[in-house]
């Protein structure tokens, strides 16, 4: 694949070369994920953040129809203000691309992305997972499946709540992706620190992390590892909160003949608005320790 196909950034391929720590960083969350222009600010804090740690951030989307790992922040500032711009997961990347749209990657495409470029570590909020009722819908997140094949490390809060964990966490060890819990054999729940699943491993150091993804490479094995960090207890939404409000919004989205794709926003924007916002300050403190975890993890391996 050639350098004019995805466009890899000097800075980013510099770090790689010369195995200095590098971290991943997903656009959907500024061009999906928060409002304007909180969505900016969360975007280049993230950046900075992992420079502070002495790590090389590199975030990914498509600008123009080039997939890019390692926006410029002029880039990442435009994607950010682009009204109804392209979710772009793997199967939409051709598609962007041929038309020179700009789209915001997913976790599916970011991965893909990120592992092209050489980047080991990928920092995000949320996964993608089984959606309730996939028994009949086969309503299920190309995340998964993309994470089967691709061997990188990414560091998630968990699922978003909204989804079937234990059916996700099913599928996770049907397509053997290890699902390993950071300081917790607890799966987090992502506004939630315990999502009331349990998981069979757990690691307590970014060094034993690291070991983790040394392992799979040496074996030789094509999967990403999940390393779930739990938001801070103090930090997570009042989880008897959450669980009346996901009721609630169940019952209006079945009122409302609220199904398939358009159910995850459609959830998601109604726990925004009876939360008066909180679940994005949530939202926003995830991402943070994510980001953290990721460039602490991200300098272990170079060692």
């Known amino acids: 694949m050639s350098e004019s196909v995805i466009h890899v950034s ?26 304007r222009p909180r ?16 790590v090389t951030p590199a975030t990914i989307g498509v600008f123009n129809g080039v997939p890019t790992v390692g926006l410029s922040t002029e880039q990442i500032t435009i994607l950010s203000n682009t009204d109804n711009i392209d979710k772009a997961s793997l199967r939409d990347l051709p598609v ?3 038309l020179g749209k700009h789209g915001g990657t997913t976790v599916a495409a970011t991965a893909f992305l990120a592992h092209h470029a ?23 997140s190309a995340d998964m499946t993309t994470l089967a094949q691709i061997p990188i490390l990414v560091i998630s809060a968990g699922v978003k709540s909204i989804l079937d964990i234990p059916a ?3 599928r996770f ?7 390993i819990g950071y300081g917790t054999t607890r799966y987090p729940g992502f506004y939630i620190t315990d999502s009331g699943f349990t998981i069979g491993y757990s690691v307590d150091t970014p060094e034993e992390a690291a070991a983790i993804v040394n392992a799979r490479d040496e074996l030789g094995l094509p999967q990403s590892v999940l390393l779930a960090n739990p938001v801070a207890a103090d930090k997570q939404l009042p989880p008897e909160q959450l669980d009346d409000i996901l009721a609630r919004a169940w019952a209006e989205a079945e009122k409302q003949g609220i199904s398939g794709n358009a159910s995850t926003p459609f959830l998601l924007d109604f726990i925004q ?17 994510n980001v953290a975890l990721g460039g602490l993890v991200a300098t272990a391996l170079t060692r």
């Open 39 to 54: 969505n900016l600010d969360v975007a280049l804090e993230a950046e900075a953040d992992l420079r502070a740690q002495g």
């Open 118 to 140: 050489g980047v080991r570590v990928f920092s995000t909020g949320g996964l993608g997972g089984v959606h309730h009722g996939a028994a009949e819908s086969f309503d299920e």
């Open 168 to 170: 996700t966490l099913e």
């Open 273 to 289: 608005k009876d939360t008066k916002g909180v679940s994005l300050d949530v939202n926003v403190e995830v991402y943070r320790g």
């Open 173 to 179: 060890e049907t397509l053997n992706i290890p699902v």
């Open 10 to 35: 000097p800075e980013v391929q510099d770090a790689v070369r010369e195995n200095r720590p590098v971290v991943a960083l997903e656009s959907t969350i500024f061009t999906h994920g928060l409002p």
């Open 96 to 98: 962007v691309r041929a």
